[in-house]
Nanobody, 122 residues
């Protein structure tokens, strides 16, 4: 099992920045890929970004490219999501996910955090 704990959410004005963190514990060798998803009220959970520890490749949804950056510190088993130029439409609960292989769909990930709320005011 892999446990994931997110932090860093909050309320920010449009144009502002936030950095989310996700710390993995447990059988972290099973978490060679980590991703961020988000779910807004009344909408399905959607892919935001992902990183593959093997090679450090990163992937982003078109809606966040150029504004969000995913990075990680493998020594700390921690992945970050730096969010800049935030927009009201970025408001959602953000979830960290992990699995042995990277994917773009929530069903590709076996392990999930509890989520952290990000609210962007206009």
């Amino acid at each position: 099992q892999v446990q994931l704990v997110e932090s860093g959410g909050g309320l920010v004005q449009a144009g502002g920045s936030l950095r989310l963190s996700c710390v993995a514990s447990g059988r972290t060798f099973s978490a060679s890929a980590m991703g961020w998803f988000r779910q807004a009220p009344g909408k399905e959970r959607e892919f935001v970004a992902a990183i593959n520890w093997n090679g450090g490749n990163t992937y982003y949804a078109d809606s966040v490219k150029g504004r969000f950056t995913i990075s990680g510190d493998i020594a700390k088993n921690t992945v970050y999501l730096q969010m800049n130029s935030l927009k009201p439409e970025d408001t959602a609960v953000y979830y960290c996910a992990a699995d042995s292989h990277l994917g773009w769909n929530q069903r590709d990930y076996a392990y999930w955090g509890q989520g952290t709320q990000v609210t962007v005011s206009s």
